[in-house]
């Protein structure tokens, strides 16, 4: 396979994702999106070279701690596991955290959370920072994917009213990732 093609398969991955993801604003009753809201959606083009892989390590006995919301009390979490990776030629590190509660419901029971704050919040992307889904069978070894073109924002990007998690101080990157959604372009949206 050619590096062009390679190239052509993963844009067409990412296409497809984002294709599923603006679908998922259609489908939730709670969506702060309409189908007219969606043209304002914006993406950085997708780019290979921000799909790493990190090395994980599984953490056990975490203790349960709040996540702020931008508005309301919290949620309570588990840190699940500690990734290391580089990026940009930069060594860096996040934290996969588990919903406590989400872990009880059989549908949702290896659901994972990864939200970031990096150096594009508030200038290209949303100023409260992003978040990237993954489940418990995403890790691999030792290892985890972490594809930074999947980053999406926070329904409290789009509207207010929404009890968003603000993602930890220890998540931030210093470093701009120009990755995944962009601000909402939605000039009349608050």
């Known amino acids: ?42 993406f950085f083009d997708a780019d290979s070279t921000y799909k790493v892989t990190a090395n994980a390590t599984i953490l056990s006995d975490a203790s349960p701690f709040v996540i702020p919301v931008f508005t309301g009390k919290g949620t309570d979490y588990l840190r699940y596991a500690v990734l290391k990776f580089t990026l940009k030629g930069k060594e860096l590190e996040l934290t996969v955290y588990k919903n406590v509660a989400l872990s009880k419901m059989p549908q949702y029971k290896d659901y994972l959370f990864l939200p970031f704050t990096d150096e594009t919040n508030g200038v290209t992307t949303y100023g409260g920072g992003r978040y990237i889904d993954l489940r418990e069978g995403d890790f691999n070894n030792g290892t985890l994917i972490i594809d930074f073109n999947k980053a999406y924002n926070p329904y409290c990007a789009f509207a207010g009213g929404y009890a968003c998690p603000k993602p930890p101080d220890e998540n931030h990157l210093l470093l701009a990732v120009e990755a995944g959604e962009k601000m909402f372009a939605n000039e009349k949206k608050h």
């Open 1 to 42: 396979m050619s590096l062009k093609s390679f190239g052509q398969g993963y844009k067409a991955q990412i296409d497809l994702f984002r294709k599923n993801y603006m679908n998922e604003f259609l489908e939730d009753k709670n969506s702060p999106l309409k189908k007219d809201d969606l043209q304002f959606l914006r």
